[in-house]
């Protein structure tokens, strides 16, 4: 089990600064079981709290997401 936080503090994305990006914090979380001795299964969570954050002026990011892995190592 983990968690991970993420931040950034607000950023400009031209020389006259007029484009601002603020800053954001991020949330993330891991769960891995070992099923056998050759099969685990990993769950990684995202951005928990569905946070709309950008990490440069235009670019939207992924808001909540997640992915399972199985590995089965011989």
Request: charged share 20%; net charge neutral.
């Given at each position: 089990?983990?968690?991970?936080?993420?931040?950034?503090?607000?950023?400009?994305?031209?020389?006259?600064?007029?484009?601002?990006?603020?800053?954001?914090?991020?949330?993330?979380?891991?769960?891995?079981?070992?099923?056998?001795?050759?099969?685990?299964?990993?769950?990684?969570l995202?951005?928990?709290?569905?946070?709309?954050y950008?990490?440069?002026?235009?670019?939207?990011?992924?808001?909540?997401?997640?992915?399972?892995?199985?590995?089965?190592?011989?």
């Amino acid at each position: 089990i983990g968690f991970g936080l993420q931040a950034a503090g607000k950023t400009y994305g031209d020389l006259e600064n007029t484009e601002v990006t603020a800053g954001y914090g991020l949330l993330n979380a891991r769960l891995g079981y070992q099923i056998t001795d050759a099969l685990k299964a990993q769950v990684k969570l995202n951005n928990l709290l569905d946070k709309d954050y950008q990490t440069r002026y235009g670019y939207n990011q992924d808001r909540f997401n997640g992915f399972v892995t199985i590995t089965y190592t011989m």
